[in-house]
Protein backbone atom coordinates (compact mmCIF):
# COMPACT_ATOMS: atom_id res chain seq x y z
CA UNK A 1 0.00 0.00 0.00
CA UNK A 2 1.10 3.65 -0.59
CA UNK A 3 -0.29 6.51 1.27
CA UNK A 4 -0.60 10.14 0.14
CA UNK A 5 -1.31 12.59 2.54
CA UNK A 6 -3.60 16.04 2.02
CA UNK A 7 -5.74 18.93 3.25
CA UNK A 8 -2.87 21.14 5.23
CA UNK A 9 -2.95 24.77 4.79
CA UNK A 10 -2.56 28.12 6.61
CA UNK A 11 -5.31 28.86 9.35
CA UNK A 12 -5.75 30.88 11.76
CA UNK A 13 -6.04 29.77 16.12
CA UNK A 14 -9.17 28.35 16.75
CA UNK A 15 -9.53 27.39 13.38
CA UNK A 16 -10.56 23.38 12.13
CA UNK A 17 -8.67 21.56 9.75
CA UNK A 18 -9.53 18.31 8.49
CA UNK A 19 -6.44 15.74 6.68
CA UNK A 20 -6.69 12.86 4.70
CA UNK A 21 -4.37 10.29 3.79
CA UNK A 22 -5.63 8.46 0.55
CA UNK A 23 -4.22 4.82 0.26
CA UNK A 24 -4.04 3.10 -2.72
CA UNK A 25 -3.83 -1.11 -3.11
CA UNK A 26 -6.40 -3.26 -2.07
CA UNK A 27 -5.29 -4.01 1.41
CA UNK A 28 -5.61 -0.74 2.79
CA UNK A 29 -7.62 -2.76 5.86
CA UNK A 30 -4.93 -4.71 6.90
CA UNK A 31 -2.92 -1.48 8.21
CA UNK A 32 -3.37 0.24 11.10
CA UNK A 33 -3.09 3.98 10.27
CA UNK A 34 -1.20 6.87 12.58
CA UNK A 35 -0.40 10.38 12.40
CA UNK A 36 2.72 12.03 12.83
CA UNK A 37 4.03 15.41 13.27
CA UNK A 38 7.29 17.13 12.70
CA UNK A 39 7.69 20.96 13.84
CA UNK A 40 10.53 22.38 12.65
CA UNK A 41 13.78 21.69 14.49
CA UNK A 42 11.99 19.31 16.54
CA UNK A 43 11.34 15.14 16.21
CA UNK A 44 9.06 13.65 14.86
CA UNK A 45 5.90 12.51 17.36
CA UNK A 46 2.98 10.57 17.49
CA UNK A 47 -0.54 12.29 17.01
CA UNK A 48 -3.19 9.49 16.87
CA UNK A 49 -3.82 6.13 16.05
CA UNK A 50 -6.70 3.88 14.49
CA UNK A 51 -6.62 0.23 14.01
CA UNK A 52 -7.05 -1.64 11.23
CA UNK A 53 -11.28 -1.67 11.24
CA UNK A 54 -11.51 1.30 13.17
CA UNK A 55 -12.51 0.04 16.01
CA UNK A 56 -10.05 1.33 18.57
CA UNK A 57 -8.15 4.65 18.40
CA UNK A 58 -5.59 6.06 20.62
CA UNK A 59 -3.76 9.83 20.84
CA UNK A 60 -1.20 11.48 22.37
CA UNK A 61 -2.15 13.48 25.60
CA UNK A 62 -1.93 16.87 24.43
CA UNK A 63 -4.29 16.15 21.78
CA UNK A 64 -6.81 14.32 23.03
CA UNK A 65 -9.86 16.07 22.86
CA UNK A 66 -9.61 18.32 20.02
CA UNK A 67 -8.11 16.00 17.33
CA UNK A 68 -10.25 13.08 15.97
CA UNK A 69 -8.79 9.96 13.91
CA UNK A 70 -11.00 8.17 11.62
CA UNK A 71 -11.22 6.23 8.19
CA UNK A 72 -13.11 4.93 6.07
CA UNK A 73 -12.41 1.34 4.47
CA UNK A 74 -14.36 1.56 1.52
CA UNK A 75 -13.15 4.76 0.21
CA UNK A 76 -9.48 3.74 1.35
CA UNK A 77 -8.99 6.70 3.43
CA UNK A 78 -7.78 7.84 6.71
CA UNK A 79 -8.53 10.96 8.76
CA UNK A 80 -7.61 12.94 11.33
CA UNK A 81 -9.66 16.24 12.51
CA UNK A 82 -8.18 18.82 14.26
CA UNK A 83 -10.05 21.42 15.96
CA UNK A 84 -9.47 24.48 18.02
CA UNK A 85 -6.25 24.68 16.47
CA UNK A 86 -3.09 26.78 18.13
CA UNK A 87 0.40 27.84 16.93
CA UNK A 88 1.89 25.05 18.59
CA UNK A 89 0.14 22.46 16.15
CA UNK A 90 1.96 24.04 13.12
CA UNK A 91 4.12 21.26 11.75
CA UNK A 92 4.40 18.68 9.21
CA UNK A 93 1.73 15.76 9.36
CA UNK A 94 2.73 12.44 8.59
CA UNK A 95 0.18 9.42 8.01
CA UNK A 96 1.66 5.93 8.48
CA UNK A 97 0.95 2.65 8.02
CA UNK A 98 1.73 -0.81 9.48
CA UNK A 99 0.50 -4.26 10.45
CA UNK A 100 2.12 -5.64 12.91
CA UNK A 101 0.90 -5.95 16.44
CA UNK A 102 -1.26 -2.95 18.09
CA UNK A 103 0.89 -0.67 18.93
CA UNK A 104 0.36 2.65 17.56
CA UNK A 105 2.80 5.14 18.94
CA UNK A 106 6.27 4.06 17.99
CA UNK A 107 7.13 5.30 14.95
CA UNK A 108 9.75 2.55 14.42
CA UNK A 109 6.79 0.61 13.94
CA UNK A 110 5.25 1.94 11.04
CA UNK A 111 6.50 0.47 8.05
CA UNK A 112 4.80 2.58 5.51
CA UNK A 113 4.87 6.31 5.16
CA UNK A 114 2.94 9.09 3.17
CA UNK A 115 5.04 12.56 2.01
CA UNK A 116 3.50 14.47 4.59
CA UNK A 117 1.10 17.52 4.76
CA UNK A 118 1.89 20.89 6.17
CA UNK A 119 -0.09 22.88 8.78
CA UNK A 120 0.92 26.34 9.62
CA UNK A 121 -1.13 27.92 12.48
CA UNK A 122 -0.85 32.09 13.14
CA UNK A 123 -1.23 33.49 16.03
Known amino acids: VQLQASGGGLVQAGDSLTLSCVAS????????IGWFRQAPGKERVFVAG????????TYAESMKGRFTISRDNVKNTAYLQMRNLKPEDTAVYYC?????????????????WGQGTLVTVSS
Open 25 to 32: GSTFNRYH
Open 96 to 112: AAHNVGFEFRRASDYNI
Open 50 to 57: VSRQGGST
